[in-house]
């Protein structure tokens, strides 16, 4: 189980950048603390994404639904049931999982097209619902709450939690890609009926898969429920669900660490260039256009293929 | 009888592709199926791999009614297809293509938190690739080996699910005489040493003649001929649907 870990290159690497974060946060200016916190809950999010993206081959065009789901769930549990945090957090994924069994169960039907358009309209089900459920959800204003314990109250210490969380999860799905599982995952990304002729029932695989990587779209809402103190039908845009696709193909969806990367550059574009124009998303859509006509499979499959002839496959387990 | 199929009827629409087969296959035997273009033998065997539904009849494995089972349900039974354009992992290693083989095999598909090495060992892969005389490429991408070597990690990948029936569609297609030759080699001492029955569809007579212990003939979607292959060569009707009057 540890093996995926400890394979001395990730290790390292693993290493050296939980340290250099948790030598910055705190030493950075209030404002980059804080749009580090919420680079971390993207980058978990976008990672989350990739787990049926790079891996499985599927197409999740409403990966928002599960972002959001997280932080309702979380949220409503403490604001509208009065839970304490921590079984608020627990319920909250617990809750997401089960919805998530639902939908996976009603979007993987037939092949991976549709799969992807039932749940971009499940995303779009979920954004008119908390919308227009104003008693439940508080409509498009969302609830302001105070969702984060005492403890937590500063953004030092919220980022600390957040990059400990962050880093647990990230073990976690690491952990999971090096498995079986994930080598099963990877022979559906290539052939899902060579696959299916293997003794593989491959809609229950999906149907796995596809609740794995939204119990991690989960737990990435509900820290960024945490991170604004409350919860807004925003969390669900469809914008949310193509930032993520972004930060998946800018950064690579054949390594773990691409959709992180993914998630870096494109909150750094995104937060420099509202600083000059409000049309940042207009600009981002321009940058997606030249990214994937110029480096399809992301920033780093272009560097390593230069450096080495070895497959992304095999790149993507070291 | 290991494998028998009972008024097997597949139609297309107001096209019969399959006409009433029955077909017999005892343990062990090599059998081929042969027949003009259109006969009817991919669609018959992908109506035994559960590729198509039939539209009527039975198909019997060992026994048992696998009519209705889907693929991936057949294929732990034993049943195993190679198809006639080569279905690999393309971007994963030759062994990687046989370690999910193996991987399924052994039961593991939903381990989450076990390394590979821990439950599908290095030596059970590398035996299957010794086996087909791939074990040397094991860190080549499928992608880029030859055309007659993705053939080879075909029956490999195949062979590491431990079938009991190998149906090969095609196995030759696309591949020169001695490398179709080489393969069919590969295969009958496959076939000898893991005690496999094996259905092949083939177009070349020479290898047909050569590896098969008996061979039926298909013609229309019918089954129009059955025998051992000195029989077949003989058989007048089936000189006249290759050769015409």
Redesign the interface.
Known sequence: ?W??LVKKRFFIFALIAVVVLSIVGPILPRYYTQLLTLTLITALFATSLNIEIGYAGMMPLGQATFYGLGAYSFGLLVIKAHLPIFPAVICGLLISMIISVIIGYLCIRRNLFIFGLLHLAFNIVFITLVSKWVNLTGGSSGFTATLRPAFLSSYVSFYFFVLVMVVVAYAIIK??V????G??A??M???E??????????KR?QL?LFV?SGFFAALAGVLLAMNNNGIYPAYFALTVSVQGLMMVIIGGMYFFIGPTLGALLVTIFSTEVSNFTSYWQGWLGVVMVIWVTRFKEGILFRRQSKASKK????EMNK | MIFKTVDLVKDFGCLRAVDKVNLEIAEGEIRAIIGPNGAGKTTFIDLIAKRLRPTSGRIYFKDKDITNLPPYRISSLGIGKCFQISKLFLELSVFENVQVACISKRGKVYKMFSSNSDVCLASDTMKVLESIGLSKMAEERAASLSYGDQRRLEIGITLAMQPTLLMLDEPTAGVSRSEGNDLMKLVKNLAKDLSLTIIFIEHDMDIVFNYADNISVMHQGQLVATGKPEEIKINKFVHKIYLGD
């Not at chain 1, 090096?178 to 599982?181: C, D, G, K, L, M």
């Not at chain 1, 009926?193 to 491959?202: A, P």
């Open positions: 189980m093996k995926a952990i999971l090096e498995s079986p599982f080598k099963i990877q022979g990304r290539e052939n009926e060579r696959l299916n002729f293997l003794g593989v029932n491959t695989f796995v794995a497959i992304p496959a095999i």
